[in-house]
């Protein structure tokens, strides 16, 4: 009913930026929170940053100052700008987003396939 799509992610040296973006299709009344999480290879999925519909940020501390969440509430899409990127931020990212799909229906959490980010030299 819902889809997610990431894009943005590649390999990147040590001190290199990229940007991720995930768009939103489907039937979609309204968006509540986005967020993106990331796992890497053996851990456990995390919260990477948040953003409310109303534009408001949240991040984890190990990426708070280097990423930036925005998103654009006429297109469905949200982005992650990561700047002074680590090694450690190598993970495969996933969007997730939480969808009003209809005004007689609960919200609902939907999920995006993941995007890989490299951080390596």
């Known amino acids: 009913q819902v889809q997610l799509v990431e894009s943005g992610g590649g390999l990147v040296q040590p001190g290199g930026s990229l940007r991720l973006s995930c768009a939103a299709s489907?039937?979609?009344?309204?968006?509540?929170?986005m967020n993106w999480y990331r796992q890497a290879p053996g851990k456990q999925r995390e919260l990477v940053a948040g953003?409310?519909?109303?534009?408001?940020?949240n991040y984890a501390d190990s990426v708070k100052g280097r990423f930036t969440i925005s998103r654009d509430n006429t297109k469905n899409t949200v982005y992650l700008q990561m700047n002074s990127l680590k090694p450690e931020d190598t993970a495969v990212y996933f969007c997730?987003?939480?969808?009003?799909?209809?005004?007689?229906?609960?919200?609902?959490?939907?999920w995006g396939q993941g995007t890989q980010v490299t951080v390596s030299s």
């Open positions: 489907g039937s979609i009344r309204s968006i509540n929170d």
């Open positions: 997730n987003a939480d969808v009003v799909t209809s005004w007689l229906r609960p919200v609902r959490s939907y």
């Open positions: 953003i409310t519909s109303g534009g408001n940020p």
